[in-house]
C-alpha cells in the first residue's frame, strides 16, 4: 500500500518535570478510535523528551477519522510517566502531556 494511502498521525510527548531522561527510556504510543480499539502503535527510543511519534494506520479501519484518540507511556530507570486520559489528535501534530505515575 502506497504511503499516500495511509492514515499518518504524528505527535510528540513531553513531560512537565525538568529531569534527564536516562538511556534506555522507551515511549509507548497508541492511536485508538473511541470504542478502544487499537488502530497503530509504535514503541520508540526517547534518549530525551520531547520525543516525536509518527503512527500510520490503514485509513480503511478507520470509522470516525475526526474522533481519534492518543494513548502514551514513557518508561524510564527512574519512573514511569503516561496519559492518565485518551489525548484527541489535533490538527498535523499532537501535543501529548504524560503525568508521573505512582508505582
Same mark, same amino acid.
Given at each position: 500500500?502506497?504511503?499516500?494511502?495511509?492514515?499518518?498521525?504524528?505527535?510528540?510527548?513531553?513531560?512537565? *518535570?525538568?529531569?534527564?531522561? &536516562? &538511556?534506555? +527510556?522507551? +515511549?509507548?504510543?497508541?492511536?485508538?478510535?473511541?470504542?478502544?480499539?487499537?488502530?497503530?502503535?509504535?514503541?520508540?527510543?526517547?534518549?530525551? %523528551?520531547?520525543? *516525536?511519534?509518527?503512527?500510520?494506520?490503514?485509513?480503511?479501519?478507520?470509522?470516525? &477519522?475526526?474522533?481519534?484518540?492518543?494513548? +502514551?507511556?514513557?518508561?524510564? *530507570? %527512574?519512573?514511569?510517566?503516561?496519559?492518565?486520559?485518551?489525548?484527541?489528535?489535533?490538527?498535523?501534530?499532537?501535543?501529548?502531556?504524560?503525568?508521573?505515575?505512582?508505582?
Amino acid at each position: 500500500m502506497a504511503s499516500e494511502h495511509l492514515l499518518t498521525v504524528t505527535g510528540t510527548v513531553f513531560i512537565r *518535570e525538568r529531569i534527564a531522561v &536516562p &538511556p534506555g +527510556a522507551v +515511549a509507548t504510543v497508541k492511536l485508538v478510535d473511541t470504542e478502544g480499539e487499537v488502530l497503530a502503535a509504535t514503541a520508540i527510543d526517547a534518549p530525551g %523528551v520531547p520525543a *516525536e511519534f509518527v503512527l500510520t494506520a490503514d485509513p480503511t479501519l478507520v470509522a470516525a &477519522p475526526d474522533a481519534l484518540l492518543i494513548w +502514551a507511556m514513557l518508561r524510564t *530507570e %527512574v519512573g514511569v510517566w503516561g496519559t492518565t486520559d485518551l489525548v484527541p489528535v489535533e490538527g498535523d501534530s499532537t501535543a501529548v502531556m504524560l503525568t508521573k505515575i505512582d508505582e
